[in-house]
């Protein structure tokens, strides 16, 4: 079975940190773009960070010198660092991957989430 799994939220102070990690399972031959989301309650899901294969990274203007989007490809894992943690961070933060099956089919599998909440 293909997913995504997703740790490292949790409660934390402003001005602190938090490392969320997401690995992908299953028989997947490549990974293209992964990325992280997320959603607080009564909003929209956005996009926090997303990040190619080969490593070229975008950020949401408003975590743009605060929050670091990783991978290991040999793990199939993406990690994002978040510093400087403020309140208006505090949502559920969905992992995003485009997964490879064949030379002609990729699909985009999502995490099950995990919240971060940013206590002031």
């Known amino acids: 079975q293909v997913q995504l799994v997703e740790s490292g939220g949790g409660l934390v102070q402003a001005g602190g940190s938090l490392r969320l990690s997401c690995a992908a399972s299953g028989s997947i031959a490549s990974i293209n773009g992964m990325g992280w989301y997320r959603q607080a309650p009564g909003s929209q899901r956005e996009l926090v960070a997303r990040?190619?294969?080969?490593?070229?990274?975008n950020y949401a203007d408003s975590v743009k010198g605060r929050f670091t989007i990783s991978r290991d490809n040999s793990k199939g894992t993406v990690y994002l660092q978040m510093n400087s943690l403020k309140p208006e961070d505090t949502a559920v933060y969905y992992c995003?991957?485009?997964?490879?099956?064949?030379?002609?089919?990729?699909?985009?599998?999502w995490g099950q989430g995990t919240q971060v909440t940013v206590s002031s």
């Open positions: 990040i190619t294969r080969g490593g070229t990274a």
């Open positions: 995003n991957a485009d997964l490879v099956f064949t030379v002609n089919f990729q699909r985009q599998y």
